[in-house]
């Protein structure tokens, strides 16, 4: 879901206790139309049943109310909230990464199976099937792919997970100065 998908169907005033304090369904389909749309007020209230004439005149006005910004800004908490990644599934697809093989992807036969390239989604960077024809007119077809990096992601999880750090210390006087580069917690 992106942001514009976000409409009176997907919003759940359980989810966004901030709309039940609107006093009508009115006001809360323009804080969510009014998120949805990147803050076009006059649009949002048109969206949201108001008159033309009164939305172009009040659209923006409608935003700055204090229940209703407050209700704006839940849903934008909401939304956000719900398509962040949180820090164990960033480690959880680097592991994944990390742990990838040509195996993951290669019949018995050694040869490239699309399905199983599929299954394994995530770790292929790219899938390229090539068509041509032979001069007695049969068709061939080559195909390329290329991993993920598993030591990539193997770094990425280490400077997450703080396995090591780089620092560099500059004593001035009898000041010491400390600059951490590497990743830490």
């Known amino acids: ?55 172009n005149r009040n659209g923006g006005t409608y935003a700055k109310s204090p229940k209703i910004k407050a209700a704006i800004e839940a849903i934008r908490n909401w939304f956000f909230a719900k398509h962040t990644m949180s820090k164990q599934e960033a480690l959880a697809i680097l592991s994944m990464h990390a742990r990838s093989s040509l195996g993951d992807v290669l019949d018995d036969n050694g040869n490239i199976k699309g399905r199983m390239v599929k299954e394994a989604g995530a770790v292929v960077k790219s899938y390229k099937v090539k068509k041509s024809v032979d001069k007695d007119g049969n068709e061939e077809f080559s195909r390329a792919l290329e991993m993920r990096d598993p030591r990539s992601a193997i770094e990425t999880i280490a400077k997450i997970e703080g396995w090591f750090r780089e620092e560099i210390k500059v004593n001035v006087g009898n000041i010491q100065f400390v600059q951490n580069l590497g990743g830490g917690k």
Not at 14 to 24: D, G, T, V
Not at 27 to 49: H, L
């Open 1 to 55: 879901m992106r942001l514009h998908d976000i409409t009176p169907e997907t919003v759940s005033v359980s989810e966004i206790p901030e709309l039940a304090a609107l006093s009508n369904d009115r006001q809360r389909n323009f804080a969510i139309f009014y998120v949805s749309n990147g803050g076009n007020g006059a649009a949002a209230a048109r969206d949201a049943g108001y008159t033309a004439k009164t939305s």
